[in-house]
């Protein structure tokens, strides 16, 4: 990532915010974050303002359009250009396959669709008027997960969404190949996180990867970033799977 200014949407916990201590160590130029904890995105920008690195925050609720584009719009005027974009902002609420809401059903897609939607649409825009570097003017990576190419019964509603960020990923890279923007998506299995541990998910993980345990976010981080990083020239409209053998692709 080096000399790259590097947006990270839901970068305030978790993968997102360990993607922003890691873009920073490679050297990376700018680190933006959008999320809607401004003390959680505060914390995760430490890094950058101890190593002198410009940062910038923008709280934001991504369901909209409006907000959307605007929390990125302030985040990009502060950087000046911003060259990647990781939509990592997502929720995951787990309800059996028969039990789904009409609440479930939309807040699920509000947030890991149209969320994503609106800020590759921000991003794609920014990145459209600005010089490209080399080949690229820009690259998006999407977080989607494995649970978009299997059965899922205890959480079906979430693995529908990932399922058409993958879609929206293709369809998205497709669209602007023309425009010099790199548009891919990296799909882990679930993360042996402290969250996991907390909602009693590690022995299933474990139980379903041939590895026998759920990968690290350390382990995934670096593959979202080679996607979003400058060695990427050529790879767009791929989905990355990074899943232990989880499933085989």
């Given amino acids: 990532m080096k000399d790259l200014n590097v947006v990270i949407v839901g970068g305030g916990a978790g993968l997102g915010a360990l993607l922003a201590r890691m873009a920073v160590a490679e050297g990376a130029a700018g680190i933006g974050i959008v999320d809607l904890d401004s003390r959680a995105a505060e ?16 709280a934001c609720d991504i369901r909209t359009a409006g ?8 985040v990009a005027a502060k950087l000046g250009r911003v060259d990647t974009l990781i939509n990592s902002a997502a929720i995951y609420p787990r309800r059996p396959i028969l039990e789904i809401s009409d609440a479930d059903w939309d807040a699920s897609n509000a947030i890991n669709v149209k969320g994503t939607y609106h800020m590759m649409v921000a991003a794609i825009r920014h990145m459209q008027g600005q010089e490209p570097r080399g080949d690229v003017r820009g690259r998006i990576v999407n977080i989607t997960s494995v649970d978009a190419f299997k059965a899922h019964p205890q959480n079906a509603h979430y693995a529908a969404t990932k399922a058409a960020v993958v879609n929206l990923t293709k369809s998205m890279a497709q669209a602007v190949a023309g425009d010099g923007i790199l548009v891919n998506s990296v799909a882990p299995a679930g993360m042996a996180t402290e969250k996991a541990r907390e909602l009693g998910f590690l022995g299933e993980l474990a139980k379903a990867s041939p590895l026998g345990r759920g990968g690290r976010p350390e382990e995934i981080a670096p593959w979202v970033l080679m996607a979003g ?10 989905n990355i799977i990074v899943s232990g053998g989880y499933i085989y692709a």
């Fill in 229 to 238: 990083g400058p060695q990427n020239t050529y790879m767009t409209g791929e």
């Fill in 67 to 74: 907000a959307a584009h605007a929390a990125f719009e302030a």
């Fill in 43 to 58: 914390a995760a920008l430490a890094p950058a303002l101890n190593a002198g690195v410009q940062a910038a925050f923008a």
